[in-house]
């Protein structure tokens, strides 16, 4: 089983800066890819993000590219996300996922394992 454990959330004002973490423990050795999805209140949750863990191979949904950047740390089994420039319809709760198929999906179905997600709230 795998586990995902978000932090980093918390309230700036438009144009800061946060970064999000992202634990993953358990048995990782089928972890082949990893992504950030947000889902505001009302809305359906959409893709952010995505990241090989093997070859950092990187996508980004196009409401957020230019401002944030993913990575990950395979040692620590963290994933990141730097998101600067936030603007107040960056406000969402922030899930990170994984799943056992190295193929970048924006589409939240495919991914197998995630956490319990990370407020960020943008005021401006």
């Known amino acids: 089983q795998v586990q995902l454990v978000e932090s980093g959330g918390g309230s700036v004002q438009a144009g800061g800066s946060l970064r999000l973490s992202c634990v993953v423990s358990g048995y990782t050795g089928n972890i082949h890819l990893m992504g950030w999805f947000r889902q505001a209140p009302g809305k359906e949750r959409e893709g952010v993000s995505c990241?090989?863990?093997?070859?950092?191979?990187?996508y980004y949904a196009d409401s957020v590219k230019g401002r944030f950047t993913i990575s990950r740390d395979n040692a620590k089994n963290t994933l990141y996300l730097q998101m600067n420039s936030l603007k107040p319809e960056d406000t969402a709760m922030y899930y990170c996922a994984a799943r056992s198929v190295s193929i970048c999906s924006m589409w939240s179905a495919v991914f197998d394992y995630w956490g319990q997600g990370t407020q960020v709230t943008v005021s401006s």
């Open positions: 990241i090989t863990w093997s070859g950092g191979i990187t």
